[in-house]
């Protein structure tokens, strides 16, 4: 009975010692795999701190500003007026009164058509004129008498009338014959002889004032609010090695829908005769913005198929931010949005970084 009691108690004092040593197997097996693992971790970490890349690059800080810019845009150069002489009527052509390519004043006889005819019918309605002029008198003088109706008067005067309306319309016809310089300029070469028949709208020689010229050109509607009547521009042409200065004149109310430019014309004085009419011109425009709007240079921007981006440091590392801009200068671009004033933008190494890059500023320019 005793013999079986402390074999008992045997088997549970074994019992719970196996227990115990289990339990400190555990807990010694579990603290060496939370070792392993913490150690693992700690190298992984390491190793990531390691192979962080740092991106050297300089750097731009964002500010309101004032500048002046440059536009380069090309022009075409026209006489100031020009136009086609032609004739209204058709008539056999008796003269030509000019020598072509040189200067004619407004109002000259450039040609002279036949009008022998129409002489003729004027002299006829002359002689018809006055007649009807000593009709209507005596008419006049026998109404105030009582001699004749008021209706014979009234036919006699029409008759006078009519025919004075036939002598006016002959007047200008004759004055058709006789085809005048409508304004002052350097005539062109002629396109008919003498004693060719002329029909109207056929062109015998062209006009134009080349004392001034007008320049046309067109800028995009962003530099709108930049231009100006009496603003100087300055302009070269292909065959003269020069510099020639004009003024705008004139500026389209409206946006080109088509093209999206504002046309302008410009003047500039050629008495001296060395522009030609037709020449292309390579003009220079030159601006200043009146308020104060955020500039950055050309080198920030990131171009993107819808546009432009741009990399701003924002804690230490890139935030890439899509932007519009507005007006170009020689070497700075108009930001409208997409950046405040005093943001740090990333000027270099814009092909390597990416967004979330950590960038170290190593020059402010």
Do not use: W
């Amino acid at each position: 009975m005793c013999h079986g009691i402390k074999k008992a108690d045997l088997n549970t004092a074994c019992m719970k010692k196996s227990i115990i040593l289990y339990i400190l197997a555990v807990v010694l097996i579990t603290a060496s795999i939370i070792k392993i693992i913490s150690t693992r971790h700690k190298q992984k970490l390491k190793k990531q701190a390691t192979t962080i890349q740092i991106f050297p690059a300089e750097g731009y800080i964002a500010r309101d500003t004032i500048v002046s810019f440059e536009l380069n845009t090309v022009g075409t150069i026209r006489a100031y007026e020009s136009t086609k002489i032609v004739s209204e009527i058709s008539k056999r052509l008796v003269s030509i009164n000019f020598t072509e390519g040189t200067f004619v004043q407004k109002g000259k006889v450039l040609f002279k058509l036949d009008d022998a005819d129409l002489i003729a019918k004027l002299v006829k309605l002359r002689l018809q004129e006055e007649l009807a002029q000593h009709n209507e008198e005596r008419h006049k003088a026998l109404l105030e008498k009582g001699g004749i109706s008021k209706q014979s008067y009234d036919e006699a005067e029409n008759t006078l009338k009519v025919i004075q309306a036939e002598i006016q319309l002959l007047e200008v016809e004759l004055d058709k014959t006789e085809i005048r310089a409508p304004f002052s300029g350097k005539i062109g070469l002629r396109y008919i002889s003498e004693g060719a028949f002329v029909m109207p709208n056929k062109v015998l020689t062209n006009l134009l004032d080349v004392s001034r010229l007008r320049i046309d050109l067109s800028v995009p509607e962003r530099y709108a609010n930049n231009i100006f009547n009496g603003m100087e521009i300055t302009f070269t042409v292909p065959a003269i090695p020069r510099v020639f200065k004009a003024n705008i004149k004139a500026i389209e109310p409206n946006i080109d829908l088509s093209t999206r430019n504002l046309e302008i014309m410009a003047v500039v004085d050629n008495q001296d005769g060395l522009l030609f009419a037709g020449s292309t011109a390579k003009i220079l425009l030159k601006f200043q913005e009146k308020e104060k709007s955020i500039y950055v240079p050309t080198q920030c921007l990131v171009p993107s198929p819808l546009g432009y981006r741009i990399y701003i440091l924002n804690h230490g590392k890139a935030d890439l931010r899509e932007i519009t801009t507005g007006i170009r200068a020689k070497e700075y671009v108009q930001l409208l949005d997409g950046v405040k004033s005093g943001d740090t933008l990333v000027m270099t190494n814009l092909l390597r970084i990416r967004p979330g890059s950590v960038v170290q500023i190593n020059k402010f320019n």
